[in-house]
């Protein structure tokens, strides 16, 4: 199935996207992109379906083409201050205030969004998999995500960062089990499902 280039046509139109939402530990990232007309590339298609080496394959392309992209960090800190949601929705603002063209739409993958500034905005779920812009976001804010928790994972490698990204796998679990949480966990999350259980 193809993407489609464009929700709101004839306009310069942002796509944005984020990566890291259900994760224990690490930041969540956001990017938002505007790409050309023209913009092809046979692998583009909701990140969610792409291998990681696809994905890096198609970040520098993503990036030498693209009329404008930004990408943003929300930590730990501020997604245990404000929840993930709102992280998450101010990771996307960040991500758009930096593209270096104004968008005049934006589209936005999922189903929540806080207006940015006055530009008009569609939510649309699976967004990701429906139109390139968002597509492209996605990969970008995928790729610079696994790239830090490979880069925090040197600090703490019981917790296999490299590898589960710091999403709820079994092996992340159970180091949380043997080794405690680190300063990139997110407090505020249910780090273990037995922390609902009362030691009575």
């Known amino acids: 199935m193809g993407l489609k280039k ?19 530990a690490g930041p969540v990232v956001a990017a938002a992109v505007i790409l050309p007309e023209d913009f092809e590339h046979p692998l583009l298609n909701d990140s969610k379906q792409l291998t990681e080496k696809q994905r890096e394959l198609l970040r520098p392309f993503i990036e030498e083409n693209a009329i404008a992209y930004g990408v943003s960090y929300i930590n ?22 930096k593209l ?4 005049e739409h934006i589209i936005v993958d999922g189903n929540k969004f806080k207006p940015y500034k006055t530009i008009p905005y569609k939510t649309i779920v699976k967004g990701d998999s429906k139109y390139m812009s968002i597509a492209a976001a996605s990969v970008l804010a995928k790729t610079y995500r696994d790239e830090f928790m490979q880069k925090i994972d040197l ?6 960062w ?14 949380i089990r043997e080794s405690g949480v680190t300063p990139y966990h997110r407090k505020t999350f249910r780090l273990l499902p037995e922390q609902l259980k009362l030691n009575l």
């Open 100 to 103: 270096s063209v104004t968008p």
């Open 155 to 160: 600090e703490f490698p019981a917790y296999y």
């Open 76 to 97: 730990e800190l501020k997604i245990d201050e404000i929840n993930i949601l709102q992280a998450s929705i101010l990771a996307m603002h960040k991500a758009i205030e």
């Open 162 to 175: 490299k590898k589960n990204k710091g999403y709820p796998t079994k092996q992340h679990r159970n180091a």
């Open 6 to 24: 464009k929700y709101l046509k004839n306009s310069i139109e942002a796509g944005t996207d984020e990566a890291g939402r259900g994760c224990l």
